[in-house]
């Protein structure tokens, strides 16, 4: 059976990577880095927000795979997942900024050094080379960052961008095939 849970699978690799390289360090607990929304962030210091799911441009399979002998399985589609990573800090007004900056200038660097995953065990990989998933810091118009923090009565926070793929999300669907196994020549005198 494909595995449907890749896009949730990247997400949470995101994060394992911030918390292996950030805790305790910069962030005390590696609980307080996560998965949630801007509006919704609860009790996180670094946040990762899922906001984007793109079928890839650059890669595109439309042929039936071969499965095993009877069996042939429609093409994967491949995706870009796009994040935002937003620091909170809870400190006093006067030192938030800054601390922010310094969380969010350590994810980068982290991001930076991690920037491809092995794409089946989500595991970073030391080199880079094809059939990795790339990490990959966006650059977008402020006004699409300021509509992308949609968080009603509270201000924009800067936030870094990302774009993450390839990502294969494998069809579930096969078809059954018929091979040819035997061949017969019939000549005529």
């Not at 449907?4 to 911030?18: K, R």
């Not at 996560?34 to 984007?52: A, F, I, N, W």
């Not at 909170?88 to 800054?98: E, M, P, W």
């Not at 969380?103 to 982290?110: D, H, N, P, W, Y």
Request: with cysteine.
């Amino acid at each position: 059976m494909a595995d449907y849970t890749v896009i949730s699978d990247v997400g949470n690799a995101l994060v394992s990577v911030l918390r292996e390289n950030m805790v305790p360090d910069v962030i005390l607990n590696p609980e307080s880095i996560g998965l949630c929304s801007p509006e919704e962030k609860g009790d996180m210091v670094l946040g990762v927000c899922l906001y984007d799911v793109r079928e890839s441009e650059e890669y595109r399979y439309s042929g039936m795979v071969s499965d095993d002998v009877s069996h042939q399985k429609y093409p994967s589609m491949y995706l870009s997942l796009h994040y935002m990573v937003t620091a909170y800090s809870n400190g006093d007004v006067k030192f938030r900024a800054s601390e922010e900056q310094k969380i969010l200038g350590k994810a980068l660097q982290v991001l930076a050094d991690y920037s491809i995953l092995d794409p089946v065990t989500y595991q970073p990989m030391e080199q880079s080379g094809p059939g990795g998933i790339q990490i990959m810091l966006q650059s977008i118009p402020q006004e699409d960052k300021l509509k992308l923090w949609t968080v009603p009565n509270k201000a924009y926070h800067l936030s870094l961008f990302l774009k993450v793929g390839p990502v294969e999300l494998e069809s579930a669907k096969i078809k059954q095939v018929q091979r040819v196994v035997d061949v017969e020549y019939l000549v005529k005198e």
